[in-house]
Every structure is written in C-alpha cells, then in structure tokens.
C-alpha cells in the first residue's frame, strides 16, 4: 500500500447482507462478501477502485448474509478467500454459495497472528450460531481496528480487542424490549438472545463503557436488526452508557450506526475522532 491513510467504508451491514472495506485508496482487504459481486464492484468504483485492488477476502463465519457473492469473487474473479478451515468448511455446506471455493481457498488459524501486505492481523473467536464464527483486530499505519460481528454473548478476547483498538465495529443488533414484544416467533426469540445469537444495544453499551481507552476513537455499530432496532435507540443506549463514564461523543469518540442497506460515506482512521455531524 503506497498511500498511507487507513480508509474505511460500509458497503451494507445487517441481515441482507455484510460486507466491509479496509485499506487505502489505492488497495484493500473486503471483510465478508454477503452482497452481490455486482454491488460490492458498483461500490468500489464509487471509491475509484475496482476488483484488481482487493487484495483478499477475510470471512467471520459462513452465513449466507456473510459470504453470498465468496463463490464469484473467489473462483470467477480471482481474489483470495481467508479463512478458518472450520469456516471454510462450512462455506462448502452452504447452498446459498453456488460456486464452490477451490483454487481461491486461503487459510489461517484463529488466534495466530499473521502479516498481510502492510497489514497485521488477529483473529478471536466469537460465540455464535455458525460452524466457527471469528473476529478480527488489523493494524495497519499505527491504527488498530477491531470487527466483531453476530456476537452472541461476550468474552475476554472481545473486551481485549476494544482495549486495544482505534477503531471498532461492533455488533448492536437488537434492542431487547422490541425484540421481546416483537412478531418473531418464540423460537426465534430465543435463538436471538442465546449465548450463541446476537448482541443487543444494552450488551453492546456495557462492553464498550467497560473497555473504553483512551485511544479509541470511532466506534461504528453494525448488523442492526430491521424489525428489532432502531438506529436511534442503538445509539442512544451507546451514548447514555458512555455517558455515565462521563465521555461524550464528538468529544471523546465518533458514534455511527452503520445503515443495512445504504453504503457509508468512506472515513479516513487516524488518531483523529471523526467529524461528521
């Protein structure tokens, strides 16, 4: 990577379908492909980027709204797929992707560190519903950012990445009272708020008040629930948490919540706390 702003934008965020990117405005890294190969590409060319700069494609887990275009991306276009092999496996499972990873499968091992390009990445695991379900801590240009998503429950490895990280996206997927007095049927009530489901705005809130330092910078929430969230209320919940620490956004930090369906504008990580109002 020749230019040495960190950049990062929302393509989309939520159960339509996750994908990131990560990089700078010459090359990058996409985390997750849940959207189609043609809207991943149509949002790249708005950065002035094109398939031949995503140097690879890095998984959390292998539900469809995480990998639905890997198969298109991986075997037609030629961009690396990383992985678990337990997650890689569960690609393989999955119908949802018609064309199945070959030449393009590209492993790691969760927890082992491991230099990409002017990347350093890390890997956690998170406790969800999926074959193998991970999160990832990258530095790159003295910034540290930190993506956990589809969190069912907390752990050490998750409050250790926001103790060290710059920049975080992080799960606030439902707000326990609405999802409560929701339409999902009971079962899917449950899978939801299981150890093994989604983190609600109230967890998310605790986790980040609990753990904040004095480098985090921007924290953007993601996977927000259609028909159990509302991004106000995320943010809200965030804000009050935050405040009772006596921190304040747009002074201490950036608060975001990233749109399901509409692409972000692209942020530019550095030591700086975003300015967007």
């Given at each position: 990577?020749?230019?040495?702003?960190?950049?990062?934008?929302?393509?989309?965020?939520?159960?339509?379908?996750?994908?990131?990117?990560?990089?700078?405005?010459?090359?990058?890294?996409?985390?997750?492909?849940?959207?189609?190969?043609?809207?991943?590409?149509?949002?790249?060319?708005?950065?002035?980027?094109?398939?031949?700069?995503?140097?690879?494609v890095f998984v959390t887990h292998d539900h469809a709204d995480h990998i639905r275009a890997?198969?298109?991306?991986?075997?037609?276009?030629?961009?690396?797929?990383?992985?678990?092999?337990?997650?890689?496996?569960?690609?393989?499972?999955?119908?949802?992707?018609?064309?199945?990873?070959?030449?393009?499968?590209?492993?790691?091992?969760?927890?082992?560190?491991?230099?990409?390009?002017?990347?350093?990445?890390?890997?956690?695991?998170?406790?969800?519903?999926?074959?193998?379900?991970?999160?990832?801590?990258?530095?790159?240009?003295?910034?540290?950012?930190?993506?956990?998503?589809?969190?069912?429950?907390?752990s050490e490895e998750l409050e250790a990445g926001i103790r060290m990280s710059n920049h975080?996206?992080?799960?606030?997927?439902?707000?326990?009272?609405?999802?409560?007095?929701?339409?999902?049927?009971?079962?899917?009530?449950?899978?939801?708020?299981?150890?093994?489901?989604?983190?609600?705005?109230?967890?998310?809130?605790?986790?980040?008040?609990?753990?904040?330092?004095?480098?985090?910078?921007?924290?953007?929430?993601?996977?927000?629930?259609?028909?159990?969230?509302?991004?106000?209320?995320?943010?809200?919940?965030?804000?009050?948490?935050?405040?009772?620490?006596?921190?304040?956004?747009?002074?201490?930090?950036?608060?975001?919540?990233?749109?399901?369906?509409?692409?972000?504008?692209?942020?530019?990580?550095?030591?700086?706390?975003?300015?967007?109002?």
């Amino acid at each position: 990577m020749s230019d040495e702003k960190l950049i990062f934008r929302s393509f989309a965020s939520g159960s339509s379908g996750n994908c990131y990117y990560l990089g700078t405005q010459k090359r990058g890294i996409l985390l997750d492909a849940g959207i189609s190969a043609r809207e991943i590409q149509r949002r790249l060319r708005e950065m002035q980027l094109d398939f031949e700069d995503i140097m690879g494609v890095f998984v959390t887990h292998d539900h469809a709204d995480h990998i639905r275009a890997v198969g298109t991306l991986g075997e037609r276009i030629h961009i690396p797929i990383y992985s678990t092999a337990n997650i890689h496996s569960g690609i393989d499972r999955n119908y949802g992707v018609q064309e199945k990873l070959k030449t393009s499968r590209r492993y790691f091992e969760k927890g082992v560190p491991f230099d990409f390009f002017d990347m350093h990445i890390n890997t956690f695991g998170i406790s969800h519903d999926s074959t193998e379900c991970v999160g990832y801590v990258i530095q790159a240009f003295g910034q540290t950012f930190m993506l956990a998503t589809d969190c069912g429950e907390p752990s050490e490895e998750l409050e250790a990445g926001i103790r060290m990280s710059n920049h975080i996206v992080i799960e606030a997927n439902h707000d326990e009272r609405m999802l409560l007095n929701g339409p999902y049927p009971t079962y899917l009530k449950e899978r939801i708020l299981s150890p093994r489901g989604h983190q609600s705005n109230s967890t998310c809130a605790r986790l980040l008040a609990d753990n904040f330092h004095n480098g985090l910078r921007n924290i953007f929430l993601c996977h927000l629930s259609q028909d159990n969230n509302d991004p106000d209320v995320a943010l809200q919940t965030v804000e009050s948490a935050l405040g009772s620490n006596g921190l304040y956004k747009h002074e201490d930090y950036f608060l975001k919540a990233l749109d399901r369906l509409t692409p972000s504008p692209v942020y530019i990580l550095n030591d700086d706390i975003i300015t967007e109002y």
